[in-house]
C-alpha cells in the first residue's frame, strides 16, 4: 500500500541536501524505504543539487589542495566498515532497513516503559535537543489531547491511528506543531507502531491534562 501522508517537500529537500539531524533524517530515510513517490523525488532533488554544484563557479586551488584530499581519503578509508561484513539479520520483517541498525538485537530488548496502553523505548539519546522513540499503542486506545511546543514527527511502522487531521497507516508521516491540537486513537485490531521524533515537549490540552503539565516533560 502507498502511503498516503508524505514528509513536507522542506523535509526532502533538506534530506536531499543532508542538512538534517540525524533523528530527523531517520523518519525521513525509514519514510523513503517505504514509499517510491518519495524516493523518486529526493532522487531528482539529489541530481537538481549536483547540476547546481557543477555550474557553480569553481574557486581556485590552494597549493596544498592535493594533500589534504589525499588525507581526508585516508581518514575515509579507515573508517569504512568492512565490505565483507554480513548484514544484520532483520530484526523485526516491519522494520525498514535504515530503521534496522538502531534497534540493536531487536524489539523486545529494548528498554521499553509503559503506562496506560501505551510502551516507549528510547533511541538516539546521545543526540541532544531531540527525543527520538518507539511508540507501541495498544489498539483501541486513545492518547491524551495533547499540543506541541515544538515539532513532533511521526512514522507509522504498522497498524495505524486516526485523529483531527486523517488516518495514518504503514508509512506514512504526520507532523505536527504548535498550531496543532490532537487526540491519536490507534486502530481496533492491530497495536500500532511508530517512530516518533520531537524537538520539544508536548503539552496536555484537555481539562485533567492541563492540571498535570506542571508535572510532566513528555
Known sequence: MMP????????????????QDEPVALVVATHLALCPRCRKEVERLEELGGVLLEE???????????????????????????????EPAPVDPRMPRPLR???????????????????????LTEVPGFRTRLMRIKSGTAMPAHTHEGTELTLVLAGGFSDEHGHFLRGDVAEADAATDHRPVADPGED?????????????TGPFGRLLNPFLRI
Open 192 to 204: 500500532c507502531l511508530c517512530l516518533a521524533v520531537t524537538d520539544a515537549p508536548l503539552r496536555l
Open 56 to 86: 557553480h563557479k569553481t574557486e581556485a586551488l590552494g597549493e596544498d589542495s592535493l594533500a589534504r584530499v589525499l588525507a581526508r581519503l585516508d581518514d575515509a578509508a579507515l573508517e569504512a566498515p568492512d565490505p565483507q561484513a554480513p
Open 101 to 123: 541498525n538502531y534497534l540493536g538485537a531487536g524489539l523486545e530488548r529494548l528498554d521499553w516503559t509503559s503506562y496506560r496502553g501505551l510502551d516507549k523505548a528510547e533511541l
Open 4 to 19: 498516503e501522508h508524505h514528509p513536507g517537500d522542506d523535509l526532502l529537500i533538506a534530506y536531499a541536501a543532508g542538512s
